[in-house]
């Protein structure tokens, strides 16, 4: 009976969640159009009786992702919020305002940016707020924790690896994928294919932002190491593609939902490389005696 409780608490405050995404999208589009910035030129009308329903469940999908790694980190509210907005700003705004600019013709990367900025951070409040950490849980601590398993020697080189993980999965589940969704890309003018040197630099520069931005939430993170690889993946997952791809009509179905499938195969495999790469075994165990954790803690990472 407490897990279903449990449960149901969850669902209903992701869907609260979503209800401020949804609102915050609103108000963001009303301040775009307050300072007149150009939209992006769409390839075929929105209808609002549709988008609006999709609007929603793209909130909740979002509020989920950013639920999942909120739930995990230690500290208080405004400090849960402070890494959880930064993340969704990183990731969601920036990342795919620079995707969009360089792989599409559709222009006014900015209004979008401003839009997703204001709905993620709203969304990021909601769940710093509907999913507080435990007592006594200090963010502090908890980076102080961590921080003293990190050798700096070792760790630049696992850093290292870590930048080269998005792009390495990108293009490994990008070719699979190929065969599918290039066919399609041939019947969409709006759609940008760079040359390579343009696309290694726009994968690097994203790479880079995402491992700062979860670097932070590593830092942050209270639970397991499995817990973290699940939560981040869904993070990546909702925050890359998949809460936008269920609004974007003018895409073709087969484009938005295989693309969501490889998607959450990128960000699942990117955020196992990175708590493996970065993550002392250590952390998440919960008895450990004294002599077998100075042990464990001078080999880690």
Avoid at 50 to 67: I, R, S, W
Avoid at 104 to 125: D, E, F, P, R
Wanted: proline share 6%; aromatic share 10%; net charge positive.
């Amino acid at each position: 009976m407490g897990k279903n409780r449990s449960i149901l608490g969850s669902v209903w405050k992701v869907l609260v969640a979503g209800i401020v995404y949804a609102v915050g999208a609103i108000l963001g589009g009303g301040l775009v159009a307050l300072l007149g910035l150009e939209l992006p030129r769409f390839p075929m009308e929105v209808d609002p009786a549709v988008q609006l329903p999709l609007l929603f469940a793209g909130g909740v999908a979002m509020a989920a992702g950013l639920a999942a790694i909120g739930a995990g980190i230690a500290g208080r509210w405004w400090e849960k919020w402070a890494v959880v907005a930064l993340f969704v700003f990183v990731v969601n705004g920036v990342g795919n305002a620079l995707e969009g600019s360089i792989f599409t013709t559709l222009g006014s990367q900015g209004a979008l940016l401003l839009s997703n900025t204001v709905a993620g951070v709203l969304c990021a409040l909601a769940v710093s707020l509907l999913f507080p950490a435990p007592p006594g849980s200090k963010l502090a601590e908890q980076v102080r924790a961590i921080r003293s398993r990190w050798r700096s020697t070792r760790l630049l080189g696992r850093l290292f690896l870590a930048l080269l993980a998005f792009p390495l999965f990108y293009f490994f589940f990008g070719a699979i994928i190929a065969p599918i969704v290039v066919p399609h890309y041939q019947q969409l003018d709006f759609l940008i294919i760079p040359p390579m040197p343009t696309m290694l630099t726009v994968l690097l520069v994203r790479s880079a932002m995402f491992l700062v931005v979860s670097l932070l939430v590593i830092a942050a993170w209270r639970g397991s190491r499995l817990g973290l690889i699940i939560a981040l993946g869904l993070a990546h997952f909702v925050t890359v593609g998949f809460a936008g791809l269920i609004q974007t009509t003018f895409f073709p179905a087969v484009l938005r939902w295989t693309h969501s499938i490889e998607i959450l195969a990128d960000s699942m495999f990117y955020a196992w490389a990175l708590v493996w790469l970065l993550v002392p075994r250590p952390l998440g165990r919960k008895e450990e005696s004294p002599e077998v954790a100075q042990t464990v803690h001078a080999r880690a990472v």
